[in-house]
């Protein structure tokens, strides 16, 4: 059974920077995938970022291309996102996901809100 557990939402204006965290336990992070999702009030989760085990692959959804960066530390079983030049559309609660078999596991979130 993995728990993940997000840290570092908050309230910032438009143009400033967050970083995002989630602690994972009960499993085996280092040859997890992970991902970072996010749902806005009134719209689907959907897809921010994910990293490959390694730490070497790493993809984003476009609207975030070039200001998120995620990293993951496997000593410390930790993935972040670093968010920077926020927009109002980032605005969202973010969730850390991982999948394992044929099982995902989510966190419970974490409330980013960027006022404009």
């Known amino acids: 059974q993995v728990q993940l557990v997000e840290s570092g939402g908050g309230l910032v204006q438009a143009g400033g920077s967050l970083r995002l965290s989630c602690a994972a336990s009960?499993?085996?992070?280092?040859?997890?995938?992970m991902g970072w999702y996010r749902q806005a009030p009134g719209k689907e989760r959907e897809f921010v970022a994910t990293i490959d085990w390694s730490g070497a692959v790493r993809y984003y959804r476009n609207s975030v291309k070039g200001r998120f960066i995620i990293s993951r530390d496997n000593a410390k079983n930790t993935v972040d996102l670093q968010m920077n030049s926020l927009k109002s559309e980032d605005t969202g609660i973010y969730y850390c996901n991982t999948r394992v078999g044929l099982v995902d596991y989510w966190g419970q979130g974490t409330q980013v809100t960027v006022s404009s």
């Open positions: 009960g499993g085996t992070f280092s040859v997890y995938d």
